[in-house]
């Protein structure tokens, strides 16, 4: 008796190797729709372009918020306004043109920013411990800002390091949701506080979660965070080089690394997320391309991704957006801290969405 063998199509072998390869293959070789448009930021004339921050889209959806650290060169990284009397906090419209400006003085190192939907900013201090001289009242805070300067707010205990309800240490990033709960991504080094702290719009703290580690629900150097509009908090666990999903009440939902080493988190109004990856090098995360990364919310599924041509796998720490945000039109604008020798200098970057 003759035994008839399975006949198995080309198409539907392909289909199973798609299936089975490697998440981040697919996330590294996707469509790029983008182009780069140099010179966008610019400042007053007589002013250098600092290491860029965080940026953030206002709520109108066209003008970008950006923390502009300053002026000082590349030796100063981590104090570049310890002794500026530039504004490090700034607004630009559409054309690139810095049009607000506060802060002078409040910093030493800012670093997350985010827009609450009334148009305040909130703004943190990432400084470490050591960079802060005896006596400076700087650092370790969260300062709510009016839309043109005026301090409505201060979280934690300035120049006071803790892991109390009322202290952070060198807190990385801050997201407030549409009821106007704050939540602190605490803090931005491997051995701080890695926990996510949750306020009302009052100030008055509520709970927090999260502790070193490497299971869900721990972070090793919590670098951002994000809340979609479907109320999920989406945590840039860039020490473990993943993204960890929660509700607002601190239950871990899911954990992607099809990302790469997240150290910015936005999403637009289309069900799209953004993640830059500004770190992944050949020592903290091989095999992974820096760049920024593009995907549906819901499932995590990358479909494109940006990938930076200056990236060099052998500089430590990344280089490339360390932030990223997103107009209304789908444009991207990421804030780069780290210069490449001779080759870019810091900027705070537009990726234009090419029209089909």
Same mark, same amino acid.
């Given at each position: 008796?003759?035994?008839?063998? &399975? ?15 490697? %998440? ?14 140099? #010179? ?21 959806? /066209? ?11 590349? $030796? ?16 630009? @419209?559409?054309? #690139? ?17 985010? !827009?609450? &939907? ?17 006596? @400076? ?13 005026? !301090? ?42 890695? +926990? !996510? ?25 919590? =670098? ?6 479907? #109320? ?9 080089? /993943? ?5 607002? %009440?601190?239950?871990?939902? *899911?954990?992607?690394? %099809? ?12 069900? /799209? ?9 050949? !020592? ?11 995907? $549906? *919310? $819901? ?7 940006? +990938?930076? &041509? ?17 107009? +209304?039109? #789908? ?10 020798? =001779? ?5 705070? +970057? ?5 029209? &089909?």
């Amino acid at each position: 008796m003759s035994v008839r063998k &399975p006949i198995v199509s080309i198409a539907a072998l392909l289909v199973v190797s798609l299936l089975l390869a490697p %998440q981040h293959t697919a996330a590294q070789n996707s469509s790029n729709p983008y182009s780069i448009i140099e #010179g966008w930021a610019k400042l007053p004339s007589g002013r250098n372009m600092g290491a860029v921050g965080k940026a953030t889209v206002d709520p109108d959806g /066209r003008h970008i918020w950006a923390v502009i650290r300053c002026d000082a060169g590349p $030796e100063r990284f981590g104090t570049e306004c310890l002794d500026s009397d530039l504004p490090p906090v700034s607004k630009f @419209d559409p054309d #690139g043109n810095l049009v607000e400006a506060f802060g002078s003085g409040m910093f030493i190192w800012p670093h997350g920013i985010d !827009v609450d &939907p009334d148009g305040n900013v909130w703004v943190t201090d990432a400084v470490s411990e050591s960079n802060i001289p005896a006596g @400076d009242n700087r650092g370790h805070h969260v300062i709510k800002f009016s839309p043109t300067g005026e !301090v409505l707010m201060t979280l934690g205990t300035p120049g006071e390091e803790g892991d109390g309800p009322n202290h952070f240490t060198s807190p990385s990033d801050v997201a407030v949701a549409p009821n106007g709960d704050v939540f602190i991504a605490d803090g931005h080094n491997e051995s701080g506080n890695n +926990r !996510v702290m949750k306020y009302n719009s009052r100030g008055e703290f509520l709970m927090s979660w999260g502790e070193t580690g490497y299971a869900p629900g721990q972070f090793r150097a919590i =670098h951002a965070i994000a809340i979609h509009m479907d #109320g999920r908090v989406f945590v840039g666990d860039r020490g473990n080089s /993943r993204i960890q999903i929660f509700d607002q %009440q601190g239950n871990h939902a *899911a954990t992607w690394t %099809q990302f790469g080493r997240p150290s910015g988190i936005a999403f637009d109004d289309q069900g /799209r997320i953004y993640v830059a990856d500004s770190e992944s090098d050949n !020592v903290q995360n091989p095999g992974w391309e820096m760049g920024i990364r593009i995907g $549906e *919310a $819901e499932t995590g599924w990358v479909t494109e991704f940006i +990938r930076f &041509p200056w990236a060099n796998p052998h500089i430590i720490p990344g280089n490339g957006a360390e932030f990223v945000a997103v107009d +209304r039109e #789908g444009n991207i604008y990421g804030g780069e801290p780290v210069p490449l020798p =001779h080759l870019n200098p810091r900027t705070l +970057r537009k990726y234009e969405r090419v029209r &089909p």
